[in-house]
């Protein structure tokens, strides 16, 4: 290996005195004293989550409160680490809000140990029923309690609006028969 | 589907290939032999051809000939004859080969055709996919990604149609997805023999239904679920349970009779979720009665045995049994144990000095795929010498001497003694060594109690009725506690005093073939898929149970018996 020697050149008297150095650093912390503040007093305080941003994967609910996943899996099989554990299941027929759906999760778990937050599960959900929304700190004392349960998903998503309304169309239009 | 030594071969050309196919065989199977996809949907090989769905139009033409001379016209350009294409498509499943016969599966026309053809179908299919069992293995998804369009223009209100309907006690339908192709229809009434399905009503009204008063009960029904190409018929059993693609495919055979009718049995981590039918042309085609798809169900039953000690221990009782009692022991074998078993049983039997029997099931055949002989694997313990003769309904023999007092332990695999006639007095008179799976009479009363494997947790061999040897594979892991009932029989030979035999399965046929001569050119590795079939000629004289089923006739008894 080359070795390059570099000259080091003599400081000038300025540079000797420091002052110049001190008075920019004595600049900046004035200039920060009367500036607007930028830290928060986390966690009472939040920051703003930006449009687009991926949080913890939530289950959402559409504006008439019905469940809209369909457990059709998709997202289990999207998942990059298997995050996501689905036991499909049967809406029983007697449910007349829901009966014409047919299909529902009966467990849905998300491993947030697993979960890398890439926001494949949102992207593949043929029923916008899950997306990954603002929330970003999960803790827990144990592994269990980092498994997101069916109920704790949709305590987490609430309910978002929905533009489609694809299963009260459905629904119409078996009520309306189509017949000849 | 070639037969060898085919006589009647018809040249052919598909997309450029020439390829000779037997006579009778119709554009889509010829075209699958050169490796080119023909969709269709209506079209079964083991149906009937009624040419409904149209989705297998395709492009052809005859050799050129002078209609008066006959003699062939030449396309100057090629130097070839020249070809006269029909000028509008022609459905593959309907159209024989023919000698000369070019076909186009690429041509703009074709598809423009298939295009046509996914666009009718979709116009009133509800797009469930995110709730339809059949999603992953639909033909409607593969062939609408495939040869369809890609997006929809019909704007107009779809058909509603009933769903949730229950055809039966196993069988869903969902007549909204149905696209009226009418297989099982066919099946119904050409294979299954009970004819309930129809459509009612007119065009894109057609609706699939059951006869008024009937209903889709027949031991053949799931099937239908099988063949449909959509989710219009669903399996009630495995309705909305797994998604397919999760799910392990392992080869087996049905073990509910000596058919042995090939299968596939689906799981997914430890847990099995269907069995659906393998097909094989020389024993079930691609059938299998529904009372095979529920066996799997015997793996989480509650009554599978508990392991209660080690192996280990187990065994030194066992052999604490055996040696107490010299010369007065029996084996009871079984009918359902595999090949490996059977042997390794008859290994047992010979250290113990101690006579063999099976238990015989009988029940009445159907016919198709459930044979007389309940036992799936009679032939195999005679093919590895455990029997000579074909075992009897009740163990009256067994009986007589242990009230004679003549013996004093029983060794008894995976059957239940008091089923087979011995009373619990009976039992409490010997000591019973016990392996099987699931608990029953005679476990309770065993002194010692091997916890053994089901089926599906094991592989192995079994020989059907057309002493055709084929092979089941593991499918899922082994329940806890459970042994493998190669180690166990290998453990009890060797603490009987017999030979040291390896309970793995490649070492084991090594032994196998070393010692049945009818088997001493086989591996369990190099077995094939359709199984192999064995010489039958040494029991020829067997009064074997079984009655005509598919691919399967008895022999005539006195031909048998003039043959002995
Ligand atoms: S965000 Fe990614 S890693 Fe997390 S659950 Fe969804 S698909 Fe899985
Ligand atoms: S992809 Fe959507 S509808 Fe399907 S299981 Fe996941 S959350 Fe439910
Ligand atoms: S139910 Fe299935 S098999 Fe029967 S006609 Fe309809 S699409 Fe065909
Ligand atoms: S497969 Fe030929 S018309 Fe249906």
């Known amino acids: 290996m080359a070795v390059i020697t570099v000259e080091r050149k003599p400081l000038t008297f300025l540079e000797r005195t420091y002052l110049p150095q001190i008075a920019g650093g004595l600049k900046t912390t004035f200039k920060h004293l009367i500036a607007p503040k930028k830290t928060l007093e986390y966690p009472e305080q939040r920051p703003a989550i930006p449009v687009g941003y991926r949080g913890v994967p939530t289950l959402v609910k559409d504006p008439n409160g019905r469940e809209k996943c369909v457990s059709c899996q998709l997202c289990e099989f999207v998942c990059p680490p298997k995050a996501i554990r689905i036991t499909p299941g049967e809406i029983p027929a007697d449910q007349a809000e829901r009966a014409h759906v047919e299909k529902g999760p009966q467990a849905f778990d998300i491993d947030m140990l697993r979960c890398i937050y890439c926001g494949l599960c949102q992207e593949v959900c043929p029923e916008e029923a899950i997306f990954l929304q603002n929330q970003f700190s999960m803790s827990g004392y144990t592994r269990a309690e980092m498994v997101n349960h069916k109920d704790r998903l949709y305590e987490l998503g609430g309910t978002l609006p929905d533009a489609h309304h694809k299963w009260d169309k459905k629904k119409a239009a078996e009520e309306h028969g189509n017949a000849h | 589907m070639i037969a060898p030594a085919q006589p009647d071969l018809v040249t052919v050309n598909i997309d450029g290939q020439e390829i000779a196919v037997p006579k009778g065989t119709n554009v889509i199977e010829a075209a699958r032999m050169v490796n080119v996809d023909v969709p269709h949907y209506c079209y079964h090989p083991k149906l009937s051809v009624v040419g409904n769905c149209r989705m297998c139009l395709i492009e052809m033409g005859m050799p050129a000939v002078d209609p008066a001379t006959k003699a062939p016209i030449m396309d100057p350009a090629t130097g070839k004859q020249k070809i006269n294409w029909i000028p509008r498509p022609q459905i593959g499943c309907g159209t024989n080969v023919s000698p000369g016969l070019h076909v186009k599966t690429t041509s703009p026309m074709v598809k423009d055709a298939r295009e046509g053809v996914m666009e009718f179908l979709l116009i009133n299919h509800p797009l469930d996919c995110p709730i339809c069992d059949q999603a992953g293995e639909c033909k409607l998804q593969e062939q609408a990604t495939g040869y369809g369009r890609g997006y929809s223009r019909f704007v107009e209100q779809k058909n509603v149609k009933p769903k949730r309907t229950q055809l039966g006690p196993r069988v869903t339908l969902d007549d909204e997805r149905c696209i009226l192709c009418s297989r099982c229809i066919r099946f119904s009434k050409e294979i299954a023999k009970d004819d309930v399905l129809g459509f009612v009503d007119r065009g894109s009204y057609s609706t699939l239904t059951c006869y008024p008063g009937k209903k889709l009960e027949n031991n053949y029904s799931l099937n239908t679920v099988d063949i449909c190409p959509v989710g219009a018929l669903t399996s009630t059993d495995f309705r909305f349970k797994m998604r397919v693609w999760f799910l392990k495919q392992t080869n087996a055979i049905d073990t509910e009779s000596s058919v042995g009718a090939n299968t596939v049995v689906w799981s997914r981590e430890g847990t099995i979720y269907r069995i659906t039918p393998r097909r094989n042309d020389e024993v079930n085609d691609t059938w299998l009665a529904d009372s095979a798809r529920v066996l799997y169900k015997s793996v989480k039953a509650a009554d599978r045995l508990a392991a209660t000690e080690t192996v280990e221990a187990l065994v030194a009782r066992a052999a604490a049994l055996f040696k107490s009692a010299p010369g007065a022991i029996a084996v009871v074998g079984s009918g359902r144990s595999t090949v490996e078993e059977q042997f390794l049983t008859r290994h047992l039997a010979t250290a113990l000095k101690a006579s063999a029997q099976l ?206």
């Open chain 2, 359 to 564: 238990v015989s099931r009988v029940g009445q055949g159907d016919k198709l795929l459930v044979s007389a002989d309940r036992n799936p694997n009679v032939r195999g313990a005679l093919v590895t010498g455990l029997i000579k003769t074909l075992p009897a309904p009740q163990l009256t023999d067994l009986a007589a001497q242990i009230d004679a007092g003549k013996i004093k332990v029983v060794v008894a695999i995976n059957e239940d003694l008091t089923a087979a006639g011995l009373t619990a007095a009976q039992l409490a008179n010997v000591s019973i060594v016990y392996l099987g799976a699931h608990a029953n009479a005679t476990s309770a009363a065993a002194k010692v109690v091997f916890s053994t494997l089901t089926v599906f947790e094991k592989s192995g061999t079994f020989v059907n009725q057309q002493f055709r040897i084929q092979k089941t594979l593991k499918a899922v892991p082994a329940a806890a506690g459970a042994t493998d009932d190669l180690v166990v029989l290998a453990q009890l030979v060797a603490a009987a005093g017999g030979a040291t035999l390896p309970a793995d399965l490649a070492l084991l046929w090594k032994v196998i073939a070393a010692e049945v001569p009818a088997l001493a050119t086989m591996t369990f590795a190099n077995l094939p898929e359709t199984g192999l079939v064995l010489d039958a000629t040494p029991f020829a004289a067997l009064p074997f149970v079984e009655g005509e089923t598919l691919h399967y006739k008895p022999a005539q008894p006195a031909v048998a018996a003039a043959t002995a």
